[in-house]
């Protein structure tokens, strides 16, 4: 698959923190890529780095050829800054035209994109209010707008649906996910299960290093494992499903209620083991609260993050 | 157009519409306008107070209003003697001579205080952006000295408006209270005077946009700009004092760092004069705001 973005040996030192130390990892084009790591882990920093903010101190970060240069390529990549605010005075719909018509826009494309966004991120009604007057929400939302003026080819987003609403929130991460193969999208975000629902590529990085990287079903190992929910108090038949499906590795959390299985899903089709499953566990009347394919992406990244503090010292210049 | 002109044609207007609107700069327009108005009503108080004492003492009929007296007193040799040893050199003296009353008035005036709203309104501009970290947003689409560039160039229009409108309100205050206020070389005089404070006011521009690049507190910014502009003055004044020969001959060179240095070559009538004023002028305010600019465009953001 082509690599839109790449960060390639990233280095950046601020006084004593290293705040990347040595960052590299790849982002398919087309895909929407979620960047995982604790506070302090060099996530802002790689967004700003790739936009052009930061320099490194060694390394680049390569698009479009090369290093991203706001002027040559202005609005082909854009970013949602973290802990940015409007400027006070400012009003949405001049702010999002003025920022169209210094990415090229004519004045009138750019007026007519700032309106586009303005109503899809539901502020038309607020386009002329100074930004002062807007709630938290409201201005977030704007931010998320200008990373869409024209036709950007990727947009790096950090932390974007936090201090939304939840009909925002729901409404925004339905506009990302249509975005799928049209643009690449890079989301940095701490909440895990957003990542889930949104992305299909993840990157875990720590200390200012790739821990982990790859598409998320690879790293949950959806293609081959299944959990399953369980209600009731009987125990699930495992005898009779050991013996069903011999190739399969069962698993029973009787303090969850959690029935694991794993396979090799490149021997044994995923239907044919839940259709066995859930058969099973149907005559053996124990209910099915629900079914997840792959290991929760919280528990894979909590795996991660615990070996690779257990394995090396803490890292600071 | 190619990207960079383009860009600094659009950073420039919005800053200009962005600053115009902002709170701070349009208190501290509304309080130049009316400093210029009080502050020109106050001086004619005065002359109309000097011309009363001075027909009395005469014998003569009390003028109608101010400035009846003070424009035959202006065209007076005795005058022009006077204002010659107050200037320091003769040739200077025919060009403020053939300027209204009214239009010296405003202009000691705005000279004295444009640089002190410069400083107040341009010196947070880029300051407040780096701390809110809105200047992320255009920064990401647009180079760092087109971005630079057009601040500048917008707070450079911005101070225009200012004082047109600052001489607008002390010409109506004028017209109204002054006698010798009629005629197009009163309007003429003050667009000219607003002119000059302009050019002037323009390495103030330079100055306050320059420190705005290096501090991410706008509070900071002003006081450092403020700070600046009083050690220009300072230096300056020690240039005019200890001027001389041999080694105080540096302070020549010193004085080249300051617009006060060509404050007076703005108020003459020939080209040849102020030509070179505008220009060394212009060349001091870009010359503060590179100082400026070096050290943010290697700034992390």
Partial sequence: MKTAIAWRRVVKQYRRLRALDGLSFEVPSGSICGLVGSNGAGKTTAFAIAAGLTRPDEGAVEAFGGAFDPARDSGRLTLLPQDSELPRDSRPREFLAFLGRLQGLSPRTAAREADRLLELVHLSDRARAPARTLSHGMRKRIMIAQCFLGMPEIVLLDEPLSGLDPREVAHMREFLARQRGRRTIVISSHNLHEIELLCDHVVFIERGRTVRSGPIDELTGAQDLVQLQLGGREEPPLDALRALLPAVTFAWSASERRLTARYDARRLPPEQVHDAILRSLLDARVPILGLSQGERLEAVYLGTADRRSSASPPSSA | ?301
């Fill in chain 2, 1 to 301: 157009m190619n990207g960079f002109l383009r860009a600094l044609t659009v950073v420039t207007g919005h800053e200009f519409l962005d600053a115009l609107r902002s709170r701070r700069a349009l208190v501290v327009l509304i309080l130049y306008t009316a400093m210029a108005v009080l502050t020109t009503n106050s001086a004619i108080n005065v002359l109309q107070k000097v011309e009363d004492e001075l027909s009395s003492a005469l014998q003569l009929d009390e003028p109608a209003a101010a400035g009846t007296v003070s424009s035959s007193i202006w065209k007076s040799e005795r005058f022009r003697r006077m204002v010659a040893r107050a200037v320091g050199e003769d040739s200077l003296v025919n060009d403020l001579i053939g300027t209204p009353p009214i239009v010296l008035i405003y202009g000691g005036l705005a000279f004295f205080y444009t640089p002190l709203l410069v400083v107040l309104i341009a010196s947070t501009r880029v300051s407040e952006e780096l701390a809110s970290g809105s200047a992320r947003y255009a920064l990401q689409r647009t180079s760092r000295l087109a971005w630079s560039l057009g601040k500048w160039l917008g707070q450079v229009a911005l101070v225009g408006v200012a004082l047109l409108v600052g001489g607008l309100g002390a010409w109506v205050v004028a017209t109204v209270r002054m006698a010798a206020t009629d005629g197009a070389a009163v309007i003429a005089g003050m667009l000219v005077t607003a002119l000059r404070t302009w050019v002037f006011a323009l390495a103030y521009v330079g100055l306050a946009t320059g420190v705005s690049h290096c501090l991410r507190s706008p509070g900071r910014a002003t006081a450092v700009a403020m700070l600046g502009m009083l050690a220009l003055s300072v230096v300056s004044w020690m240039c005019e004092l200890w001027y001389g020969s041999g080694i105080r001959e540096l302070w020549h060179l010193a004085r080249w760092l300051t617009p006060q240095h060509q404050r007076l070559q703005l108020w003459r009538a020939d080209p040849g004069s102020w030509i070179p004023a505008l220009i060394h002028l212009t060349a001091l305010s870009v010359t503060y705001l590179s100082a400026g600019y070096a050290v943010f465009r290697r700034r992390d953001l």
